[in-house]
């Protein structure tokens, strides 16, 4: 018997087993990606003097990033039908270590070039080059990390069974501020004893070491637990066309019910990103803190981001409707992005400390309850659609956000007053969220 055939018979359904490996699997993968993803706003306080670059202009690199994430997310469908599930988790880490290589790549050539005098004999020429590398390593990250929630989404729902299925979907979010929290703690330390590009180089390749081990481990989804959760794909012979792709945003839109929760992802995101790119640059650079202390503070708020993205989802079921449990995320996020555009120098750490972690257990830890409420808005032959069109704004809000904030720091030249922008529109909306329904059609 081939190992093919005695894995489809010995398919009975998802187990709690198969969830639990699943489950284990996806969160390293997500964890390890999340840290690729986080890489830019821990560097960028030493990284950007090698570009002749303010390190406030990593709002640009942000926003490359998160066109890579838009398109690789509308496209996460095809990919999963063409490659499955495994392959398609393996092309996301792929593509996550090619942009960190690629960032490292133009990292080491930046310094050869201001070690040998080339920039100030060629400055437009190099400088050029050297900025299209970091974007196309920004855009390549963005391409894998877009596709892990869906290839996550995938692979656990049809791994688990559906008594445990929002519970693990719970503990599988917790990667993100997990590995947010493991690169705020570990690559600021790295950065005292190696140069910012090797640090780049090794989660790459960290990456690509736990990428190639997936071959080897014991992921039954695709061919173990099909039966019991089939996929929905296209008609064969059916070419998608330019209005399927933009169909989902578009029901959002034309949906009020919907519509409102996508200004809801679209400023929680700008509030989230906007702490993620530049709460280190801005405690380290402005509040004159060090570089490793800064990376602690914000591990501090990764350590609420996990508490939360656990928690919010059991409260939200028992004591408080999904609804009002987003709109209390936003109110608390924005009062403390307010609060940290406040910090100054005499503030004590264990204040800064607190508010960072309250920063991240709310304005880092509304997508668990806010993709339940989506669910509640949707047709159940739907969720999934409806999901992804929600996702574009959030994008939309993940992008313009930090680039905005950039602009901002330009222009005024604190960080302090990006922080306090962007914490009042999600203050607003959460407001408006846990004001009583007017009963918005669906």
Known sequence: ??????????????????????????????????????????LAPVAAADFGADPSRLGVVVAIFYCG?????????????RMGDLRAAQLSGWFCMLGLALTALAGWAAAWASG????????????????????????????GYGMLNPVGSQILFRATPPQIRSFVFSIKQSAVPGGQMLAGLIIPSLL?????QSVVLSVAIMILAYTI??????????????????????????????????APAKIVWTTPALRELGWVGMTYSANQLC????????????????????????????????????????VADRWVSPRTQVGALGVIGGLCGLLSAMFTPDWPVVIVAVVSLVYG?????????????????????????????????????????????????????????????FALPAL???????????????
Request: proline share 4%; charged share 10%; glycine share 14%.
């Open 275 to 314: 702490m993620l790119s530049f709460l280190v640059s801005f405690l380290h650079l402005e509040i004159g803190v060090s570089l490793v202390l800064a990376g602690s503070l914000f591990a501090a708020a990764q350590v609420g981001g996990v508490l939360g993205r656990v928690t919010w989802g059991y």
């Open 69 to 81: 994430i838009f398109l690789s997310s509308m496209a996460s469908g095809m990919v999963l039908e």
């Open 1 to 42: 018997m081939s190992i093919s055939s005695r894995h489809t018979a010995r398919a009975v359904g998802p187990t709690t087993a198969t969830a639990v490996r699943a489950t284990a699997i996806t969160m390293g993968l997500h964890a390890l990606c999340t840290v690729a993803m986080v890489v830019p706003g821990l």
């Open 116 to 143: 040998q005098g080339a920039m100030a004999s060629r400055p437009a020429l190099l400088a050029g080059g050297l900025i299209a590398l970091l974007f196309l390593g920004s855009f390549s990250q963005g391409l």
């Open 361 to 421: 257990a709310t304005a880092a830890s509304w997508n668990g309850v806010f993709f339940a409420e989506v669910a509640r808005h949707c047709p159940s032959d739907e969720v999934g659609r409806l999901t992804g069109g929600l996702q574009i704004y959030m994008s939309v809000g993940g992008g313009l956000g930090p680039l905005l904030f950039s602009l901002l720091v330009g222009i005024i030249g604190t960080y302090a007053v990006g922080f306090a922008v």
């Open 213 to 246: 081990g997936m071959a080897w481990m014991r992921l039954e989804t695709t061919a173990a637990v099909s039966a019991s959760a089939p996929a929905s794909v296209p008609p064969k012979g059916r070419r998608g066309t330019l209005a399927d792709f933009f």
């Open 192 to 196: 005292l004893f190696f140069a910012w």
């Open 428 to 442: 607003y909306v959460g407001l408006r969220l846990m004001l009583p329904s007017r009963g918005a059609a669906t």
